[in-house]
């Protein structure tokens, strides 16, 4: 005969302080888990987010970032000499020669100083970014001291606003933009005339070329193309392979950071689990003794105390989900390892983490109740019902 579900519900239901002290703990670790997890896929989302598929970007051959990147002119020109980059519409070539440098500057309220991304634009930067739009102000004006700030910079740092001034490179520089970039690495940059900037920090080279593949299957041959050209010495990326690669590194730590507080946390989470599943066999010997005389083989009573344990980590890995899926309306900051810049990214919940985060509670569970339940299930008739 099997024991019917119910039986092991209506126990746990029976010891609800002891329940729900079991799963409040299993629930905090399964929180911690699943949080690093979105945090590391938040990560990777805005910065992958940030790249098309349909785009390449050039840089100074083995330079990781734009920031450690130079383009000279010439080859700059000869990169836009492609026949393979698109056009658009009006028949202008979907390319931009960009600058990128840091600056620092102040936080709001705090005056702590962070490492921003100046990206210097050319016509075709927006046309290659469509997920780049002005939400308040104006376009800044070619060839002036004029700049737009993404989101983020205008809501966190001090003179990032519309109407705000910011000195840097020599030069005030006037916010006449705001722009929103959605989920991207974009928001947390301030865009202006590629020229004046390069005027300005006195930088004779770009950091990279940008272009929009007329056909994107050909990137393989496009790629070859370009880093085979005695002329050149750059290295050819997809955009979101580019940004991939950003995100590798500070995501490797995260992972490993949090999986390695998950571990801790995760034997208490399991002792504790064994101390209920132990009380529970410890006061009900009287009851598994009378299952075996009425007739519940030894297996059916394990499977019992075993759904009981897989219970509890079932409860606290729901728990633990709801708790963490609060966390992606939050919106943190912190240094992308790469460009040595402040990156903004909130928590992102995916269904591979929702997986994950349950596979490890049952596990909890699981690890936690199966000693106790073989211990209930060895116990002979005549003993259980002697210690009764």
Not at 246 to 257: G, K, P, T, V, W
Request: contains cysteine.
């Amino acid at each position: 005969m099997r024991i019917p579900v119910s039986y092991s519900l209506r126990n746990l239901f029976t010891r609800r302080l002891t329940t729900f002290l079991t799963t409040a703990g299993m629930a905090l670790v399964v929180f911690v888990f699943a949080s690093t997890l979105m945090l590391s896929a938040g990560l990777e989302k805005t910065l992958v987010a940030t790249g098309s598929d349909d785009n390449v970007i050039v840089t100074r051959k083995s330079a990781n970032s734009e920031v450690q990147s130079g383009v000279e002119r010439q080859q700059a020109a000869i990169v836009e000499s492609l026949p393979d980059i698109a056009t658009a519409e009006d028949g202008e070539q979907l390319a931009a020669k960009e600058l990128v440098v840091l600056i620092n500057l102040a936080k709001r309220g705090s005056d702590k100083p962070a490492n921003v991304v100046i990206r210097g634009i050319s016509g075709s930067s927006l046309k290659l970014r469509p997920q780049v739009h002005l939400v308040d102000g104006r376009m800044p004006r070619a060839g002036s001291l004029e700049i737009m700030a993404g989101r983020n910079i205008a809501s966190r740092f001090k003179g990032g606003g519309i109407g705000e001034t910011l000195r840097f490179g020599m030069s005030n520089w006037d916010v006449v933009g705001i722009f929103e970039a959605g989920a991207t690495g974009f928001n947390s940059e301030i865009w202006g005339d590629a020229t004046q900037l390069m005027q300005a920090f006195r930088r004779p080279v770009y950091s990279s070329v940008t272009f929009r593949m007329r056909n994107p299957s050909d990137f393989a041959v496009i790629k070859e193309k370009l880093e085979s050209d005695p002329r050149l010495t750059v290295d050819a990326r997809r955009e979101t392979q580019y940004y991939r690669d950003q995100s590798e590194a500070m995501s490797r730590f995260l992972r490993i950071l949090g999986l390695t507080l998950t571990v801790i946390f995760s034997l208490g989470a399991i002792i504790g689990a064994m101390i209920t599943m132990y009380a529970a066999v410890a006061n009900r010997v009287g009851e598994i003794g009378t299952l075996r005389a009425i007739g519940f083989q030894r297996a059916s009573i394990l499977a019992a105390f075993l759904l009981e344990a897989l219970l509890l980590g079932l409860i606290g890995g729901v728990g633990g989900l709801i708790g963490a899926s609060c966390m992606q309306f939050i919106t943190i900051s912190t240094m992308n390892w790469q460009t040595f810049s402040e990156l903004a990214f909130s928590f992102t919940l995916t269904f591979e983490i929702i997986s994950k985060s349950m596979m490890f509670a049952l596990v909890m569970g699981l690890v936690g109740g199966v000693v106790p339940a073989i211990r209930a299930s060895r116990l002979t008739i005549v003993d259980a019902l002697r210690e009764n």
